[in-house]
């Protein structure tokens, strides 16, 4: 039942599409004043239906209804409601129809929202959404529909993968994509906007608030990933640059730079060309992205099913959309009223251009790093790896440029700043990160030259950003999530340098000395669970004045015949202490991993801070002052 | 430059771009013995990770029989997953040449003193030319390699797992 209702939703959502899509065309060239009432009618048919279409396959999960082929590959009777539920966007077909109900719900947002826009802009922008939902409808229709029937009905589904049952990667990906999608409102509003010819600080003003939503769900999506990946994959990073972790960052350097450029063009009615071009980017890596993850063109660790012919549509989606986008972009370019207004060197403008090309170059790394290797491989046949060393090589030595340019860029003024009288204050922020720096660095054997600036100027930063809560004009948001930058950066940096690890063959009563610490393996108890079979181990872990307790467990499922390592992790504000073990043949030896990371919670809670920042600019009326 | 030009060069670009992700779509991912015939380059020279000493790879290869190939690294996460896996297929009695894949000799000699040493002689490749041509994407890579032919018979990218352990298993039996 749920799987008709569902199927059959979607063919009138595709009806109201294309309906839409005449229609907003022909309004768009007639002078008509008023949006016809039909616009807000059919859109919110539309966004019924796909609500509905998505509902039913929620049901499906739900009562676990193995009719239905998705339901059959991705759940199982046995999971707790909680996975069965987000099951439904764990896999390919539901997690299409949650992008699709994000897009249509957007647009009927958008439309309730833009009531003062001209009509004109409006038709046109729901022209472009509506070619992107038709779009995304036609290719889960063909290629992947999540409501096709298994007969005979099977009795037990397959998904019962319990490295996939994490509360963080439940949420993830939904979270991730309301950042993706947002970008695609950002898109249609920026072609509308250039060829009705409205671009400028008024309409900088309404879309900086998409802008900031998109930025804020892509920021905590990335960080929820990234958190998954550190607890549950249990190899002790979090961030692995993966083809999968990066092309959720590019659209995020992209909609940085975007965010950046929006608030120049509401203040100073400048950069018009800017904004474009990086709404235009930052909605197709969004999409690339999907193209990337979902044709099987990348190989990566986070393999997913695959299937040449979904690669192959969304290329041509992707392609015939930058297309269009591209002709308009040309065709009227002329329509931009040169309103550029002579910029000085020492300005707001010119430092965040500079951001901009900083957020250019990362994404450029980034980019290459990703696809590269494709490129490679079609066209000469060889092939090149490209691992974390690569990344680092290329991106560390030109953080130190940026964090310069970020200690005193945001306090310069708009138009024309002076060099001032020498300012003490600066100078005494300096020394003092030196002299921390100093004390961190004597603490640590394998520093490198090149950490030295890095900890001085990332402290330097960190206290800046904090002196300015207390001195600057600019406004509390920006305060905010520069701070959280800063914070990053510098957790990070001291992580990457401080974080180390031991690993032995221990056995019950064994005592392994690390760091001052002394690690016992005091003993390892074995049980049968339900369809495994659990060896908890307990190390106690003694510093001068504390101990702790830590529980790894080494699991032995045996259908299919299955060992999973979970590791334990004693997280205080200092430091992640984190401990797992293997089993080793059967000598009674275990082999353990400890690892020492310090500020891995800082890490967390900087992008915390970062996100915090955008969410108190979008609530805030008064955000004038900036 | 002028507005035509940079219309044409972005529209050109993309077409590229286009054209070229295009037939990526259709290279294979699925490494198996009829996809890839390619052929081991046995007059390679590599460095002994333990001793330092030069040598010619095909050395490391016994003519009779298949051997397995493995490149890792040790700051590779994945490859201490994988270790175990190794482990068991040294207790079969199978030749195992390792490719240690930019590393520094400490972090790789200290990591194999601690999880056990599978590999009957470890090269390094400290600038991964020689992964690049063994037709390496990253790292952990294991390659099947028939003795007598040279030939890669069977790939398998990332860590492997206990059901590729079986597929090895066979695999080495069939072509002994």
């Keep these: ?626 | 430059m002028s507005k035509n030009i940079k219309f044409l060069v972005s529209l050109l670009t993309l077409i590229i771009i286009f054209i070229i992700l295009l037939k990526g779509l259709d290279v294979s991912k699925d490494y198996s013995n009829e996809k890839l015939k390619s052929q081991i380059d046995f007059s390679l020279n590599a460095k002994k990770l333990f001793s330092d000493e030069i040598i010619n790879i095909s050395d490391l290869f016994d003519k009779n029989s298949p051997s397995v190939v493995n490149i890792w690294a040790s700051w590779c996460a994945p490859c201490r997953e994988e270790h175990q896996f190794l482990m068991k297929l040294k207790d079969m009695n199978i030749n195992i040449i390792g490719i240690n894949y930019k590393d520094s000799p400490k972090n790789a000699k200290n990591f194999l003193s601690l999880l056990g040493n599978p590999y009957s002689e470890v090269i390094t490749d400290n600038d991964g030319t020689k992964s690049i041509e063994f037709g390496a994407i990253g790292v952990p890579e294991t390659f099947i390699i028939s003795g007598k032919t040279n030939e890669i018979i069977k790939k398998y990218i990332g860590p492997l797992t206990s059901e590729n352990l079986i597929e090895i298993e066979k695999l080495l039996k069939k072509n002994a």
């Excluded at chain 1, 495994?532 to 872990?541: G, Q, R």
């Design chain 1, 1 to 626: 039942m749920s799987n008709y209702l569902g199927n059959y939703s979607l063919y009138i959502a595709l009806i109201a599409s294309v309906y839409l899509i005449f229609k907003s065309y022909l309004d768009a060239n007639s002078e008509n004043k008023y949006l016809d009432k039909n616009f807000i009618l059919i859109t919110s048919i539309q966004t019924i239906m796909i609500t509905v279409s998505f509902f039913s396959l929620v049901a499906a999960f739900v009562i676990s209804d193995f009719s239905n082929e998705t339901v059959f590959n991705n759940s199982h009777t046995l999971k707790p409601l909680f996975y069965k539920v987000s099951g439904t966007w764990g896999n390919h077909e539901g997690s299409l129809l949650l992008w699709l109900l994000v897009l249509s719900i957007f647009l009927f947002i958008f439309l309730l929202n833009s009531r003062s826009q001209d009509t004109k802009y409006k038709l046109l922008t729901i022209l472009f959404q509506q070619i992107i939902i038709s779009g995304f409808l036609v290719f889960i229709l063909l290629t992947s529909n999540p409501f096709k029937t298994l007969y005979p009905i099977p009795s037990e589904g397959l998904g019962l993968n319990p490295i996939l049952q994490d509360p963080a990667l439940a949420i993830h990906p939904p979270i991730l994509y309301l950042g993706y999608v947002g970008t695609s409102i950002i898109f249609s509003a920026s072609l509308a906007s250039m060829i009705s010819g409205n671009i400028g600080d008024k309409w900088a003003r309404h879309i900086k608030k998409w802008v900031l939503v998109s930025w804020i769900f892509l920021t905590i999506g990335i960080l929820l990933g990234s958190i998954w990946a550190y607890y549950e994959l249990g190899w002790g990073g979090f961030w692995f640059w993966d083809p999968v972790e990066n092309v959720s960052l590019m659209p995020w350097f992209c909609l940085t730079a975007l965010l950046h450029t929006v608030i120049v063009l509401q203040k100073r009615n400048s950069f018009k060309e800017w904004t474009i071009i990086l709404s235009i980017t930052t909605f197709s890596l969004s999409m690339s992205g999907t193209f990337l993850v979902r044709s099987g063109i990348l190989n990566s660790i986070h393999t997913f099913a695959n299937d040449p012919s979904r690669g192959l549509f969304i290329l041509c989606f992707l392609f015939i959309l930058i297309l269009m986008s591209i002709l308009i972009f040309f065709f009227n370019q002329n329509k931009i009223s040169n309103t550029a207004k002579e910029n000085f060197i020492l300005s707001k403008e010119t430092a965040i251009l500079v951001n901009n090309w900083f957020m250019m170059f990362f994404l450029s790394v980034v980019l290459v790093g990703t696809i590269y290797p494709i490129f490679l491989e079609v066209l000469n046949g060889s092939k090149i790896s490209v691992g974390p060393p690569f990344y680092h090589n290329l991106l560390i030595p030109f953080l130190i440029p940026f964090l310069i340019f970020m200690s005193f860029g945001p306090s310069l003024k708009w138009i024309k700043d002076k060099l001032k009288k020498f300012n003490y204050n600066i100078l005494i922020i300096f020394f003092v990160s030196l002299l921390i720096s100093y004390v961190i660095l004597t603490k640590t054997e394998n520093s490198f030259l090149l950490s030295i600036p890095l900890i001085v100027l990332s402290i330097y930063l960190l206290l800046v950003t904090i002196k300015d809560f207390f001195v600057s004009k600019s406004s509390i948001s920006q305060k905010i999530s520069h701070f959280g930058f800063s914070l990053l950066i510098t957790s990070i940096l001291l992580n990457g340098l401080f974080s180390n690890e031991f690993n032995s063959n221990m056995k019950v009563g064994d005592e392994r000395i690390f760091n001052e610490k002394v690690v016992k393996l005091k003993e390892v108890n074995v049980t049968d669970v339900d369809n495994y079979k659990s060896l908890k181990a307990s190390f106690e872990v003694t510093n001068k004045n504390s101990s702790f307790v830590l529980y790894p467990e080494v699991r032995i499922y045996q259908q299919p015949l299955t060992i999973t390592s979970e590791a334990d992790i004693k997280t205080t504000l200092f430091s992640d202490n984190f401990l797992v073990f293997n089993i080793l043949k059967d000598d009674g030896y275990y082999n353990i991993r400890y690892q020492y990371k310090p500020l891995m919670i800082w890490i967390w809670i900087s992008t915390i801070f970062i996100s915090f920042g955008g969410l108190l600019s979008v609530v805030r009326k008064n955000e004038q002052k900036y």
